[in-house]
């Protein structure tokens, strides 16, 4: 009948785990709140809560490394081990020719880079209504706008303080852009999700709460970088001291490292300075500069920028409004950053990385809470509730796992599978789920999808079949078994499940026929839409990341520090007049 078409969706993983769930849960609550050897022992990667968090587990491998779903699932919760190959090119900006030393930022892609980069336009003041072609000086930033670093490293006990809005006269400054060559392969430790994404929403959890160690000293998205920056490199001379960690991978808008070691024969070679352009060198218009108010880079020896600007200050006036057309976005520098982001939407070319997937560890395999205190984004995963000491097993296993991993021992591409899965099974799903489609489409498609693993010769046996449908993708990882990590077990089972679940509810399906009544199309619709909204893959949400055939368009979604909160929830193309802003920075989250 049509309900129970419907309420089939969710049977299966509910009756894969079931059985776990009680052992899970016994797991979280004899916990003690002092962590000792031995209770810290009982806190493990359960194979029952990864099947429980399967498509959870499922999306962080089939994202990872890509702009796109790392957006749609911006509070990740696992880490892996990336080697960067020698010869790739990195990109640094800042107000000096002279090479960094200690730890910086390096961004992937030119165009990121360029907007720390730039040189201040001399500046001696205006009428207040920009009636000198000068914009009125900014406001003074929210709490939650980026801040430039100080030129020293503080203790982590001492949290850089905001140096003044710049706002005074000053004179011009050149900025200038690095150029850095990995001279050797990179070992870097990535974190998943939007993890540069400096605010309360939990994009900094796994950093903060799990590396850290911060539960009961929590750090300030935007303040607390330089501090985090500095407490994130130390652990690669102190925890990881042997596993040869050069620094911290993580994406905002546009991907980034953390570089624990910029002097000479920390691992970079200095390919080239270039200072860059005022904007009477160039012709370029004032308008193309406004992205940047105008701090420009610091005086040397005063103050150097940090991993990005922030979002512009909400009371930042612009002719339309924030946000809204000719505002703060409208900017020729900032649109060409989007662009260049855009293109890293579905990954990046090969040889750029290697993400080590049999080293993941992640929070959806431990027997923690990951609820989400704020009620109105209860989808968000949170580790802010986590017990100190589930904590403390999953940095162990980081730890353990650094140590461990290296190029000579194999790593199995679980990601290639992910993307077997969901390009055999995404479009057909929505193609299902369309208002336009009808009966004897939706039953070609189902049947495509099923029959080749139905042995209709002899009686037809459900779970045999499901068995073979869900197995389809798992051979090759299968035949490589002997060389698995205690992680790799893990990823299997939750993408048993998740191949499992699509199977078993096609199965359900394929009785639909173009003699089917209105109400079954409806209920199979309905299942499909549920299947789809439990699997969450980032190719479902909105304009999925696709090309909008139009150049000034990009399909768009909140990526740090540009959005608003209509961007996340419903992606669509925008030209760079209609981008918000306003998702991290005003506690949307």
């Not at 990109?91 to 930022?105: I, K, L």
């Not at 612009?318 to 890293?344: H, K, N, Y």
Request: charged fraction near 20%; hydrophobic fraction near 35%; charge should be negative.
């Amino acid at each position: 009948s049509a309900m129970r078409l419907v309420s089939r969706v969710g049977v299966v993983a509910a009756a894969v785990v079931c059985s776990c769930t009680h052992a899970s849960a016994n797991a979280v609550t004899r916990k003690s709140s002092t962590a000792s050897p031995a209770s810290l022992s009982e806190i493990s990667p359960d194979v029952c809560v990864a099947r429980a968090n399967a498509p959870q587990i499922f999306n962080s491998v089939n994202n990872a490394m890509r702009q796109w779903g790392s957006s749609v699932h911006h509070n990740g919760m696992s880490l892996f081990l990336v080697t960067v190959p020698a010869g790739n090119l990195f990109y640094h900006g800042c107000g000096t020719p002279d090479r960094r030393a200690g730890f910086e930022w390096l961004a992937f892609e030119p165009e990121h880079a360029v907007l720390f980069g730039g040189s201040r336009e001399p500046w001696s003041g205006h009428d207040g209504n920009g009636g000198d072609g000068r914009p009125p000086p900014p406001a003074p930033p929210s709490p939650n706008a980026q801040f430039v670093m100080a030129s020293e490293e503080p203790p982590p006990s001492e949290p850089p303080q905001r140096p003044p809005f710049p706002g005074r006269p000053t004179a011009g400054r050149r900025g200038y852009f690095h150029t850095y060559k990995a001279e050797r392969d990179l070992r870097i430790l990535y974190v998943d999700g939007q993890a540069a994404a400096k605010g309360p929403m939990g994009t900094l959890d796994t950093q903060d709460l799990v590396l850290l160690g911060l539960k009961n000293n929590p750090m300030d998205g935007m303040m607390g970088e330089m501090t985090r920056a500095t407490m994130l490199c130390n652990l690669t001379k102190t925890e990881w001291a042997g596993a040869k960690i050069d620094g911290i991978l993580r994406m905002e808008a546009g991907f980034e490292i953390i570089y624990c070691d910029f002097a000479a024969g920390g691992g970079l070679d200095l390919v080239s300075v270039v200072g860059s352009p005022f904007k009477n060198e160039t012709g370029q218009a004032e308008e193309t500069r406004r992205f940047l108010p105008p701090s420009g880079p610091p005086d040397e020896g005063e103050n150097r920028e940090a991993s990005e600007p922030g979002p512009p200050p909400p009371d930042y006036p612009g002719p339309g409004g924030p946000g809204g057309p000719g505002g703060p976005w409208r900017d020729a520098l900032s649109m060409e950053w989007i662009r260049a982001v855009t293109q890293r939407y579905h990954g990046f070319e090969p040889e750029r990385f290697d993400v080590d997937f049999s080293s993941m560890v992640s929070a959806f395999w431990y027997p923690l809470n990951r609820t989400n205190p704020d009620v109105r984004r209860s989808e968000l995963p949170r580790l802010v509730n986590a017990s100190e000491d589930a904590l403390l097993a999953m940095s162990g296993r980081v730890r353990e796992v650094l140590h461990d991993r290296d190029a000579t021992k194999p790593s199995m591409h679980w990601q290639a599978v992910s993307d077997r899965v969901v390009s055999s099974f995404g479009p057909r799903l929505e193609a299902m789920a369309g208002e336009s489609s009808t009966a004897a489409a939706m039953a070609w498609q189902i049947n495509s999808l099923i029959n080749p693993f139905i042995n209709y010769g002899v009686r037809v046996d459900r779970n045999e079949s499901v068995s073979h449908c869900a197995s389809r993708h798992l051979a090759r990882p299968l035949e490589l078994q002997q060389h698995w990590t205690k992680e790799d077990h893990l990823v299997f089972a939750a993408f048993e499940v998740v191949g499992h679940h699509i199977c078993d509810t096609l199965f359900d399906l394929r009785t639909l026929s173009d003699k089917s009544s209105e109400d079954d199309v409806l209920a199979a619709k309905t299942t499909a839409r549920n299947l789809m909204k439990w699997l969450g893959w980032a190719r479902f949400r909105g304009c999925g990341g696709q090309s909008c055939g139009d150049p000034e368009r990009i399909c768009f979604i909140p990526m740090f520090p540009a959005g608003g909160e209509d961007d996340h929830f419903h992606p669509r193309c925008k030209t760079i007049d209609e981008i918000g802003h306003g998702y991290f920075s005003r506690g949307i989250w």
